[in-house]
């Protein structure tokens, strides 16, 4: 299936189907991805190996293996990895339309905002 390296790790879509998208994400140590927002997608996060903190609107919210989160439509949120290994989660994306664009950055530690 479809890979892609960022500046902060990496992603690959293990599934896609009109309506939803299923993506493994790796966050490398100490990286985090843009502050952002999707204005046609929620997503859920399934983080299956090593620790950091979600930023989910104002809230902070730390995750490790097991941990489940929602990300509703147009809401602010961020991956970061606070460890020292790779942070793993699975991402279920769902709604009408499911490409990269749908990406607004709001910050971002790579000047892409």
Request: overall charge neutral; aromatic content about 8%; charged content about 35%.
């Amino acid at each position: 299936m479809e890979g892609s390296q960022r500046p902060w790790g990496r992603y690959e879509t293990l599934f896609k189907d009109s309506n939803v998208q299923v993506k493994r994400i790796e966050v490398n140590p100490r990286m985090r991805f843009s502050l952002q927002k999707h204005m046609k997608r929620a997503e859920k996060w399934v983080v299956t190996g090593g620790e950091g903190v979600v930023t989910l609107g104002d809230r902070q919210i730390p995750v490790k293996r097991g941990s489940v989160i929602e990300v509703a439509l147009e809401q602010v949120h961020r991956m970061t990895n606070t460890g020292d290994t790779p942070l793993v989660f699975v991402e279920v994306q769902l709604g009408d339309y499911l490409e990269e664009d749908d990406i607004i950055r709001l910050e971002d530690d790579f000047k892409r905002a």
